[in-house]
T-cell receptor, first 115, second 115 residues
Framework: AQSVTQLGSHVSVSEGALVLLRCNYS??????LFWYVQYPNQGLQLLLK??????LVKGINGFEAEFKKSETSFHLTKPSAHMSDAAEYFC?????????????FGGGTRLMVKP | DAGVIQSPRHEVTEMGQEVTLRCKPI?????LFWYRQTMMRGLELLIY????????DSGMPEDRFSAKMPNASFSTLKIQPSEPRDSAVYFC?????????????FGAGSRLTVL
């Protein structure tokens, strides 16, 4: 069964510091990978996605993620955290096979930004 | 487009009562998903539809839960009878068949509290 693992359910950084949120996937074929962000009392919004091609993907709000097949990872980074980045972040992969448009989500990482 | 619209945003009910959550997907999207989010279990896929037809309902917890999609612009998730353990945020999401990038657009969610 496919799974997505996010290391660290809570991450705390200072404003201006590097943000690193970790995601590892399991897939026997090249996956499609996604990062979503959820602000308080809102639904999930797409940050970025990887399908094929360039392994470094840039998203909204200065975030980027790098697909590393050898490490089965898709970590999310941002060089300098802003207070407005405080939210919950979800990594997801598309299920292989004939599962339509289903995504498998990780458990989420809550990012806290300290002033 | 107004995005995925869910109602009600908040629902408080007593155990044993029937609860109906509603969703209007984005026009033109042919996939619709119902997710449940809790602190303990994270994001769980309950059921999804393709062209109004239920494809996979293996995530529906038990017979108390049912979902319908009578047309391309409307879906309901019903819980009857409701129990306190059903308290959660229920998200509806929709997407469009494409080459595989499977971007889900989420609604703002319906927060259900069963007393």
């Amino acid at each position: 069964a496919q799974s997505v693992t996010q290391l660290g359910s809570h991450v705390s950084v200072s404003e201006g510091a590097l943000v690193l949120l970790r995601c590892n996937y399991s897939s026997s074929v090249p996956p499609y990978l996604f990062w979503y962000v959820q602000y308080p009392n809102q639904g999930l919004q797409l940050l970025l996605k990887y399908t094929t091609g360039a392994t470094l993907v840039k998203g909204i709000n200065g975030f980027e993620a790098e697909f590393k097949k050898s490490e089965t990872s898709f970590h999310l980074t941002k060089p300098s955290a802003h207070m407005s980045d405080a939210a919950e972040y979800f990594c997801a992969q598309k299920r292989a096979g004939n599962a339509g448009n289903m995504l498998t989500f990780g458990g989420g990482t809550r990012l806290m930004v300290k002033p | 487009d107004a995005g995925v619209i869910q109602s009600p945003r908040h629902e408080v009910t007593e155990m044993g009562q029937e609860v109906t959550l509603r969703c209007k997907p984005i026009s033109g999207h042919d996939y619709l998903f119902w997710y449940r989010q809790t602190m303990m279990r994270g994001l769980e896929l309950l059921i999804y539809f393709n062209n109004n037809v239920p494809i996979d309902d293996s995530g529906m917890p038990e017979d108390r839960f049912s979902a319908k999609m009578p047309n391309a612009s409307f879906s309901t998730l019903k819980i009857q009878p409701s129990e306190p353990r059903d308290s959660a945020v229920y998200f509806c999401a929709s997407s469009m068949t494409d080459t595989g990038a499977n971007v889900l657009t989420f609604g703002a969610g319906s927060r259900l509290t069963v007393l």
